[in-house]
Antibody
Framework: EVQLVQSGAEVKKPGESLKISCKGSGYSFTSYWIGWVRQMPGKGLEWMGI????????RYSPSFQGQVTISADKSISTAYLQWSSLKASDTAMYYC????????????WGQGTLVTVSS | QSALTQPPSASGSPGQSVTISCTGTSSDVGGYNYVSWYQQHPGKAPKLMIYEVSKRPSGVPDRFSGSKSGNTASLTVSGLQAEDEADYYC??????????FGTGTKVTVL
């Protein structure tokens, strides 16, 4: 069974750094692109970017380029989303999502990680 | 790349049909047959309902159908049921392994 299990909710202050994780299981982690999707409170889905764990090829939405870093450790089947300096506007639910390359669609989603940034 | 445009809301009575549009550009919706639709219930992760414009994953009822004409894709839910009340998002491939979501549509079953 394919599963994406994300790390727990975080409460941070503006300016702090953060790295959240997404562990894949039940499939070949290095053979699928895995990405991140933001959903701000009461708002829609926003595609942030993806990484191919097999060779660490990474693509970012222009809206998120330079704002976050996506990485992966294939030895432990885990993808990461990282901020160096959080802002209040980063408060959102973040989903990791496995991309099915041939179908260009997201076939599995993590349960979401709620990030709250507040002073 | 800008978000694809969807109507904020749509509604129908049980048994009726509702159609949601998703308008993009020739760089995304119009340029590729890779439009997907996702259903999201409150507090839950999204679920894939349609991929490659009109294909249904295993387990998705055939009440859900998709189509595309030019830069606009559409999702039709026929025979509306109470459990279809949710937010629906389209998504399109935009080239170079980039993707874009739609603005989302809240479907209400009256």
């Amino acid at each position: 069974e394919v599963q994406l299990v994300q790390s727990g909710a975080e409460v941070k202050k503006p300016g702090e750094s953060l790295k959240i994780s997404c562990k894949g299981s039940g499939y070949s982690f290095t053979s699928y692109w895995i990405g991140w999707v933001r959903q701000m409170p009461g708002k829609g889905l926003e595609w942030m970017g993806i990484i191919y764990p097999g060779d660490s090829d990474t693509r970012y939405s222009p809206s998120f380029q330079g704002q976050v870093t996506i990485s992966a450790d294939k030895s432990i089947s885990t993808a990461y989303l990282q901020w160096s300096s959080l802002k209040a506007s980063d408060t959102a639910m973040y989903y990791c999502a496995r991309h099915e390359e041939a179908r260009r669609s997201i076939d599995y989603w993590g349960q979401g990680t709620l990030v709250t940034v507040s002073s | 790349q800008s978000a694809l445009t969807q109507p904020p809301s749509a509604s129908g009575s049980p048994g009726q049909s509702v159609t949601i549009s998703c308008t993009g550009t020739s760089s995304d919706v119009g340029g590729y047959n890779y439009v997907s639709w996702y259903q999201q219930h409150p507090g839950k992760a999204p679920k894939l309902m349609i991929y490659e414009v009109s294909k249904r994953p295993s387990g998705v009822p055939d009440r859900f159908s998709g189509s595309k004409s030019g830069n606009t894709a559409s999702l039709t839910v026929s025979g509306l049921q109470a459990e279809d009340e949710a937010d629906y998002y389209c998504s399109s491939y935009a080239g170079s392994n980039n993707f874009v979501f739609g603005t989302g549509t809240k479907v209400t079953v009256l």
